[in-house]
């Protein structure tokens, strides 16, 4: 298996971070140098668990993907087979609220970062090996109807200024192979649930309230449908389009798993009363509110990943219910973590968030 020395951005969110570990775990010869600014999304506790690293494997850097001068910096002091780029402003509903933020690290930070790994490619008289590895969303095509899945050559039709910087950052990416030729790829994912989700996105929003007996806010109907992958399947597919993945193409990446977000809520109920032990009468499920919904609201997102299975072998290894249960508990033991992660910020943002649904 051959060494890689990888810059990961956004290392210590949460694909960021159970990628990081996956990979520590899974290729024994690669290193990594985590870059990540610490948002409110962003967390070093993350990694307060790891055995003491002699051989210096991870080594985490506080900055911004904008910041070009450390990227010069980061780039002159260690030779980077890839730069697998996780950072970004990622939450629809934070993307309503103030999309600024969106449009600065999606958009302006990873064209500076795209910039910093031109220079640093063409210096380097361009090898071949080099892989920039963007990783993207299955937002960026818009809404499905009852009908149909997004391929990789699906129109780009994003709704929410979160998709639409998201699709600003791709479209950048796919100019920089197809201009400069730098050895770029692109995956496009569904809907991640796993460890370390921050607790505002649903599932462990979900959880967490049904923890803490407060109502559980279903946005509009309920009906709104996404592809969930489980977060350890989507490492090990990002790890195989870095080692056998072509240059200037697109994966879409997703489970084939469509729920309902009611059918989400509803399976989350059960797990928690049954681990809980609920009696019926106080089922979680008393718990759901329909509240307003979430302006531009994409109804259905489905991937076709047949590319990525086709060409690369990938495929979830892992059974939707028996991960989203193995999710559950990990929330469950891991109450501390939440803890630490929910800060005033955090609180504001319910407040403002969900104050008038
Ligand atoms: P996240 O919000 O949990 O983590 C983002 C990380 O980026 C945080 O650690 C944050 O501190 C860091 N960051 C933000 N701005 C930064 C900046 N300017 N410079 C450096 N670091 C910065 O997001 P996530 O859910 O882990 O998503 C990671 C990537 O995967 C994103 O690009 C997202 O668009 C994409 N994606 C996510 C999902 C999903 O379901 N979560 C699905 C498909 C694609
Ligand atoms: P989210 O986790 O924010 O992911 P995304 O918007 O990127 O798909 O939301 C998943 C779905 O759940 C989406 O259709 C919006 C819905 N949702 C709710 O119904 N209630 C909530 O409180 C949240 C956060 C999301």
């Known amino acids: 298996m051959s060494t890689k020395i990888l810059l990961v951005t956004g290392g210590a969110g949460f694909i960021g971070t159970n990628f990081v570990r996956h990979v520590l775990t899974e290729r024994p010869n690669w290193r990594i140098v985590n870059l990540d600014a610490l948002t409110y999304a962003g967390n070093l506790v993350n990694f307060q668990d790891l055995a003491p690293d002699p051989a210096a494997r991870h080594r985490f850097v506080h900055g911004a993907i904008q910041d070009s001068a450390l990227l010069e910096q980061l780039f002159t002091e260690e030779s980077f087979d890839a730069v697998v780029h996780f950072a970004a402003e990622s939450h629809v509903d934070r993307s309503i609220l103030g999309p600024e933020a969106f449009v600065e690290t999606n958009v302006v930070g990873t064209f500076r970062l795209l910039e910093a790994s031109l220079n640093n490619w063409k210096r380097k008289d361009k090898p071949e090996h080099f892989c920039f590895l963007h990783i993207s969303t299955d937002e960026v095509y818009g809404s499905l109807g009852a009908e149909g899945y997004f391929t990789e050559e699906s129109p780009y039709d994003p709704s929410s200024p979160y998709s639409a910087t998201k699709a600003g950052s ?85 489970s084939g798993e469509e729920l309902q977000n009611i059918e989400v ?46 060409e690369l072998g990938w495929g979830p290894a892992h059974d939707f219910e028996e991960a989203l249960a193995a999710t559950v508990d990990w929330y469950l033991h891991n109450l501390d973590w939440v803890e630490l992660v929910r800060s005033g910020e955090y609180r504001k943002w319910i407040e403002i968030n969900y104050g008038d649904r």
């Not at 959880?207 to 489980?230: Q, S």
């Not at 009363?273 to 609920?278: C, H, I, N, T, W």
Request: charged share 25%.
């Open 170 to 254: 791709d479209h950048l990416v796919r100019a920089y192979f197809r201009t400069f030729g730098l050895p770029a790829i692109i995956t496009n994912c569904s809907n991640n649930f796993g460890p370390y989700q921050f607790p505002e996105k649903l599932i462990p929003l979900m959880i967490l309230n049904v923890m803490e007996d407060k109502p559980l806010p279903v946005y509009g109907d309920g009906k709104y449908v996404r592809d969930w992958l489980y977060v350890i399947d989507h490492c090990d597919g990002l790890v195989r389009v870095l080692e056998q993945g072509k240059p200037g193409e697109t994966y879409n990446v997703g």
């Open 265 to 310: 809520v509803h399976l989350l109920c059960n797990l928690l009363d049954a681990r809980l032990q609920k009696p019926k009468s106080k089922s979680s499920r008393r718990l759901i509110q329909f509240v307003s919904d979430r302006p531009g609201h994409d109804r259905r997102y489905a991937i076709d990943a047949s590319k990525i299975k086709r």
